[in-house]
């Protein structure tokens, strides 16, 4: 699989979802807007279902870890799920596959993960970016670590256990790192 890359400029994730909109429709946007906002795995992000969902927070296991994660959702989030959840109030899945909606003796079942990965390569091509399906976390992970220049709770958001892993994943380079010092006099 190829490395693909965090968003570095805010301007690029609003173009990203102005495009996937545009050339995927409304819900493949959605996958973006709220992806970025919860910094889950692609296969946790399409797993989730209304039922997860209690008030302000999303509840579930991850598949990769078993691990429980338990997140507040911030307004951006909670303002698309209400919009999915009011235009089609008997889906299970938040993103659910519309094939299946037709087809007679078929379960629900959230959209593809190859079909996300596909818009998602295309409109990273389009923008110059190596783009994928973890490309939310990692965005969000490397504007948090913008934000915060906290290593640590980067790693909590993302659930890692190494500093070195997470600054790999997120993009940061010796050359941010360097940056970082000689742009930073005390």
Not at 31 to 52: H, Y
Not at 87 to 111: C, M, T, V
Not at 151 to 170: D, G, P, W
């Given at each position: 699989?190829?490395?693909?890359?965090?968003?570095?400029?805010?301007?690029?994730?609003?173009?990203?979802s102005?495009?996937l909109?545009?050339?995927?429709?409304?819900?493949?946007?959605d996958?973006?807007?709220?992806?970025?906002?919860?910094?889950?795995?692609?296969?946790?992000?399409?797993?989730?279902?209304?039922?997860n969902?209690?008030?302000?927070?999303?509840?579930?296991?991850?598949g990769?870890?078993?691990?429980?994660a338990?997140?507040k959702?911030?307004?951006?989030?909670?303002s698309?799920?209400?919009?999915?959840?009011?235009?089609h109030?008997?889906?299970?899945?938040?993103?659910q596959?519309?094939?299946?909606?037709?087809?007679?003796?078929?379960?629900?079942?959230p959209?593809?993960?190859?079909?996300?990965?596909?818009?998602f390569?295309?409109?990273?091509?389009?923008?110059g970016i190596?783009l994928?399906?973890?490309?939310?976390?990692k965005?969000r992970?490397?504007?948090?670590?913008?934000?915060?220049?906290d290593?640590?709770?980067?790693?909590?958001m993302?659930?890692?256990?190494?500093?070195?892993v997470?600054l790999?994943?997120?993009?940061?380079?010796?050359?941010?790192?360097d940056?970082?010092?000689a742009e930073l006099?005390?």
């Amino acid at each position: 699989m190829a490395e693909v890359q965090a968003v570095k400029d805010l301007d690029t994730v609003k173009l990203i979802s102005y495009l996937l909109k545009r050339t995927y429709g409304q819900q493949i946007a959605d996958v973006w807007d709220v992806g970025l906002n919860l910094a889950l795995r692609i296969s946790d992000l399409l797993s989730i279902k209304f039922e997860n969902i209690n008030d302000e927070r999303l509840t579930l296991v991850e598949g990769k870890t078993s691990k429980q994660a338990t997140i507040k959702l911030n307004d951006k989030a909670r303002s698309i799920i209400g919009r999915i959840k009011e235009e089609h109030p008997d889906h299970i899945y938040l993103f659910q596959s519309y094939r299946n909606q037709w087809s007679k003796g078929l379960d629900e079942a959230p959209i593809s993960r190859r079909y996300v990965s596909r818009a998602f390569a295309a409109i990273g091509e389009e923008v110059g970016i190596k783009l994928g399906t973890h490309s939310m976390r990692k965005t969000r992970g490397y504007h948090l670590y913008k934000n915060t220049n906290d290593i640590a709770r980067v790693m909590k958001m993302l659930r890692h256990s190494s500093e070195a892993v997470t600054l790999r994943y997120i993009g940061i380079t010796q050359e941010d790192v360097d940056r970082d010092f000689a742009e930073l006099e005390l």
